[in-house]
Every structure is written in structure tokens, then in C-alpha cells.
């Protein structure tokens, strides 16, 4: 076998995981290197650049607990934009020499395990290869594309970007006319771009986000916030069940009365952020009545702010289209005012379904809508489909595409049986869409930092988790959702938005404190659920 460059742990992509697990790591005596396919750290903000983009986590706890970044480092803003997140992104890489271990500009397309060796070999696309013990696939969970089979689209005369490849320079909005389809956080943040300098803009809406305000605030630089603060921050953010600082409360909405619900479901809104959605009564994601509450709230508070009670109806309808909550509910800053302007439209694809594109546009069963630049904010095939480009062979050849084809199927939503040594973060059934990512990663980067060091210490060659563990979590995790609302929705937390793939809840709804419980238990446990070798 020829030589390749070898090393104890290769990881994929240098994002917040990849920055994460470099750094401790590292720190800890491993040799690591990464591979990345963009041309820099950052991940998901290096490839989400389109007119709008910004995070709907607040700083600071949308941040990396690592001292050596966050004491030399202040935001500008409660919910930063895409250019002050790549900022940050070179300056984490700046402080961490990111790019010293990092071959960028590089796609792995293959990972394959080698039970003789008792190692990864990886292969790049420029077919580059590297072994090494350890593999983390750190590729993010919206990182695959998703763009409907519309009929026709390749007839459109105009420009066509889908927001996760939009390109690098700008796309001037100002005086085009625009069609946009989906109104997930993408689209609701392009609206908002775009309403104020465009011709015309369409707004194609099959179903309505029940957007919360953001609340956005500028911070004073020559203020920073107090540093002492963050390393009680950052271990009170994984106390809390999407890794923030608030909660959900301890009671049911019907354990209130109707003018306390309305008191708190007021100074919540107030708020800004997800504070209505994660920090609401306990069971407005498991109970109808109780989500029905914060749903009517929800409406009142926005249909209020559309001047055309037609537009309203389709935008903050009466009756729900999904419980409050099981789709993700975007932050806004002026979303809903878009639609009073005269130049700004909302089409609703279900009283007037899409037909197919034209030269000049789109047609629907309605007529056809003229534009000269489409923006498809359509999604991705989240969470399983960041590994579908990538053909991972575990033992025996075991094809991990194959193995999830029917049903995901992982033990704690970071490891897979018969692909030992590899771990994934901020993917399948972790926490992942409901938590904060960043720490979300916090938690995961010490459960593959404790498990390195327990096979280091104890001469351990290989970790697989067991086909009974697996099988456990995985049926837990659906017991878990028929428990809750989330079944109600058609969203891509359940893999719903992507035609024929299964639909199966996708991610770990018993939030990032008893993940990290159960992290625990399983360490103290001495790894129980794991084969060693
Ligand atoms: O994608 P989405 P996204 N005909 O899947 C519609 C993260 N993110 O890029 O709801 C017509 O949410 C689809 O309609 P429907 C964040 O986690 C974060 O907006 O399926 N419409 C939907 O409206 C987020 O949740 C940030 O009925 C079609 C839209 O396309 C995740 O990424 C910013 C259609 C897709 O919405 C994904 O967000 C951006 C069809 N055939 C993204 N197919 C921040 O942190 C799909 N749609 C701020």
C-alpha cells in the first residue's frame, strides 16, 4: 500500500464541530487533521452568504466555549449577520491555527473502515487519501440542497440561485423582479431584504412560518459584556433544553388561567427570540390544547400587523396549519410589514398550485407570474442527507447510506454499529434541531473526547456500538415523538420535506439535559451499549 499522510483523527469540516474537536483534541496529545470542502473555516457560514442571512441563536451564547476565542472577541449584535459570523470564523481560525491542520478546497468522498488495520482510510475527490484511527464526520445538518422537480424550471430564461449556493459578490436586489420559493428561515429572510429595493417580488408560500419576532439588538463595543460571565454561561447553557439561557416552564398551560396564560404569553413575545417557543409552558409541544393557546396568541399578535385581512389569512391564518412549534419558527425583524407594501405578494401554491416554469416566469393554475430572478429557498435533506454524497463503509463494507435507506438508525445520535471509531456531531437523532448548536457541540465534543482518552488509557483499539443499543435508542427516539406533536407537522425535522424519504422523527426531543444525562450514565456505565476492542 502506498504511503498516505496518517494521523490519529480525521474530521470533515471545519465549522463550529470541526473548530470544536481540533482544539480539544489537540489539546489532549492527538495528532488531527482536517478536511474541508470550502476554501475556509466556517461551515455552515461559509456556504449561507444570500441577501439576509443571520443566525437565529443570540450571542453569546451562539459562540464556542473556547477562552482563547470568546476572550478576544466581541459581537456586534444579539442575532449576527452572515458577514459578522464569517468574521468571527477568521478569527477563531486566526487564534486556533485552524488552517495549519486543515487541507481546504478538499470534498471526501469516500470514508472506508479497515478491520486488518483497525483504521479509516478517507478519499478526496481530487483523490487525495489519509488514514487515521479516529474519523468524525462533522458536516452539518443542512448541508445537502434541496431543490423540487419543478416542471419546466429548466425552460426559465432569468437567473435561478438556491439560497445555500448563492454566489460569492453580490446579486444586486434593487429593481428586480424576483420570485422566491419557501418561506422557511431563508425565505423569510430574503423577504425582508428584498421587499424594500425590488421591482416586485412573488413570494411562493405553501405553508406559512409562524415566525417570532427577533428583537435584535446592536451592542456597544466600547461595552463589552463582562467575560468573567461566560464560563458559568457556558455551563449553564447545557442545562437547559435547547442550550440557552432559559427554559421551559415547570407547568401546564391549563395549571394557569386564561389572563395569566395571556400575561405570559405577552412578556415571552416580548422577549424576542425562541423564549415563546422553548422557554413556553412545558407541554405546548406534547399537548393540543395548550400548543392551541399559544397558537391563537401567536395569531393575533400577527395577523394584527397585516393590513389585508386576505393576506392575513394566508400568512397568520385562524385555524392552524401545524401545532405551534413542530416547524421551526423563524425569527423576524420586519417580515409580515413586507407584505402591506405594494410591490410585495403572497402566493399561496395550495389554493393555486405551481403548474410549471416558463421562459419569463412561473405558471399556475391561476396564471403566470413574470420574474427575471428566481431564489429557491427550498431547504435541504437535513440531517441524513449532509452523508449522502459520501460513500461511508463500515465492516464487512457495510454501506451507511444503505444501512439508513429505510430507517435511521444510530446509538446517541453520534456513533453507528459496525462503523467503529467513527462519531458524527450535530447530525441524526441528537439534539440537533432543537438546541443551540453550539452547545449542542459542547456536549458531544466531551462525550468523543472522554471516549479517545478511555481507549488511550486502556489500550483500546476500537469502539463499536452494539446492534441492541442501537436498536434501543433509535425505537426511543420514535416512541419519544408519537409522544409529542411533532408527528402533526410536515417538516424536515421528521424528514418529511423530501419526497419518498422515510419519515421518522430525526432528532432527540427529551432536550440537551437529558442528552447530556445520558451521556453520562453511559460513560459512568463504562461505555455501556459499546464493544471495545
Ligand atoms: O429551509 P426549510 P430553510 N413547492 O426547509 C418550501 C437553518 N437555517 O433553508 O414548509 C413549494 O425550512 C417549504 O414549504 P413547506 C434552520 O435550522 C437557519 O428555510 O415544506 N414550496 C418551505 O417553506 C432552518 O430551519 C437560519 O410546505 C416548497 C421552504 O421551501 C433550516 O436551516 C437561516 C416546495 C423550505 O424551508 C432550513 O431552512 C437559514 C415545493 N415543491 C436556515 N418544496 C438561521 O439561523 C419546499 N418548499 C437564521
Redesign the pocket.
Known amino acids: 500500500m502506498a504511503e498516505i499522510p496518517s494521523y490519529d483523527v480525521i474530521i470533515l469540516g471545519a465549522g463550529f464541530s470541526g473548530c470544536s474537536l481540533l482544539y480539544h483534541l489537540r489539546k489532549a496529545g492527538y495528532n488531527v487533521h482536517i478536511f474541508e470542502k470550502a476554501p475556509c473555516v466556517g461551515g455552515?457560514w461559509y456556504w449561507?452568504h444570500y441577501p439576509g442571512?443571520?443566525?437565529?441563536?443570540n450571542t453569546p451564547m451562539y459562540e464556542l466555549d473556547i477562552p482563547e476565542v470568546y476572550n478576544t472577541w466581541n459581537w456586534s449584535q444579539r442575532?449576527p449577520d452572515w458577514q459578522e459570523l464569517r468574521e468571527y470564523f477568521k478569527h477563531a481560525d486566526k487564534v486556533l491555527e485552524v488552517s495549519k491542520d486543515t487541507d481546504f478546497n478538499t470534498t471526501i468522498t469516500d470514508a472506508v473502515w479497515d478491520e486488518v488495520s483497525q483504521t479509516w482510510t478517507v478519499t478526496a475527490e481530487n483523490g487525495k487519501q489519509a488514514r487515521a484511527k479516529f474519523f468524525l464526520a462533522c458536516v452539518g445538518?443542512?448541508a445537502k440542497n434541496?431543490t423540487?422537480?419543478?416542471k419546466g424550471l429548466s425552460k426559465f430564461k432569468g437567473e435561478v440561485y438556491h439560497?445555500?449556493e448563492w454566489p460569492e459578490g453580490t446579486v444586486d436586489l434593487s429593481g428586480r423582479r424576483i420570485g422566491l420559493?419557501?418561506?422557511?428561515?431563508?425565505?423569510?429572510?430574503i423577504t425582508q431584504e428584498a421587499g424594500p429595493v425590488c421591482e416586485e417580488l412573488f413570494v411562493?408560500?405553501?405553508?406559512p412560518?409562524l415566525c417570532l419576532h427577533m428583537k435584535q439588538e446592536h451592542y456597544d463595543p466600547s461595552a463589552p459584556i463582562d467575560k468573567a460571565k461566560y464560563e458559568e454561561y457556558f455551563k449553564q447553557r447545557i442545562t437547559s433544553f435547547g442550550g440557552f439561557l432559559f427554559d421551559f416552564l415547570k407547568k401546564k398551560a391549563i395549571e394557569d388561567t386564561p389572563e395569566e396564560r395571556e400575561k405570559l404569553y405577552e412578556e415571552l413575545y416580548a422577549q424576542g427570540g425562541f423564549q415563546f417557543w422553548v422557554a413556553n409552558y412545558h407541554d405546548v409541544l406534547l399537548d393540543a390544547e395548550s400548543n392551541k393557546f399559544a397558537y391563537d396568541f401567536w395569531q393575533r399578535k400577527v395577523s394584527a400587523r397585516i393590513m389585508d385581512p386576505k393576506i392575513a389569512e394566508i400568512l397568520a391564518p385562524k385555524v392552524a396549519p401545524h401545532p405551534f412549534g413542530t416547524?421551526?419558527p423563524?425569527?423576524e425583524q420586519n417580515y409580515y410589514e413586507q407584505f402591506n407594501r405594494p410591490n410585495v405578494h403572497v402566493v399561496d401554491?395550495n389554493a393555486e398550485p405551481?403548474a410549471e416554469f416558463t421562459e419569463n416566469g412561473m405558471r399556475t393554475s391561476a396564471g403566470e407570474y413574470k420574474f427575471d430572478l428566481l431564489i429557491?429557498?427550498?431547504?435541504?435533506d437535513?440531517l441524513t442527507g449532509s452523508y449522502k454524497h459520501m460513500n461511508i463503509k463500515g465492516i464487512n463494507g457495510v454501506d451507511l447510506n444503505e444501512k439508513w435507506a429505510e430507517k435511521t438508525r444510530t446509538y446517541l445520535g453520534m456513533t453507528v454499529h459496525d462503523f467503529p471509531n467513527m462519531f458524527f456531531t450535530y447530525g441524526p437523532q441528537a439534539p440537533t434541531?432543537f438546541s443551540n448548536g453550539p452547545s449542542c457541540i459542547q456536549v458531544q465534543t466531551k462525550f468523543i473526547l472522554d471516549t479517545l482518552n478511555h481507549m488511550r488509557d486502556n489500550k483500546l483499539t476500537s469502539f463499536n456500538a452494539t446492534g441492541d443499543a442501537e436498536m434501543e435508542y433509535t425505537t426511543q427516539i420514535g416512541e419519544d415523538a408519537s409522544m409529542s406533536l411533532f408527528p402533526l407537522a410536515?417538516?424536515?425535522y421528521m424528514g418529511?420535506?423530501i419526497p419518498g424519504k422515510a419519515v421518522e422523527m430525526l432528532n432527540y426531543i427529551r432536550g440537551l439535559p437529558a442528552y447530556v444525562d445520558l451521556l453520562d450514565t453511559v460513560e459512568k456505565e463504562n461505555w455501556k451499549g459499546v464493544d471495545f476492542a
Do not use: E
Open positions: 455552515t449561507n442571512a443571520r443566525v437565529d441563536s442575532f445538518f443542512c434541496f423540487p422537480d419543478f439560497s445555500n420559493i419557501g418561506t422557511g428561515s431563508t425565505g423569510v429572510q411562493f408560500q405553501r405553508t412560518n416547524k421551526r423563524s425569527l401554491v405551481i429557491l429557498a427550498t431547504g435541504f437535513a434541531a410536515k417538516s424536515w418529511a420535506n
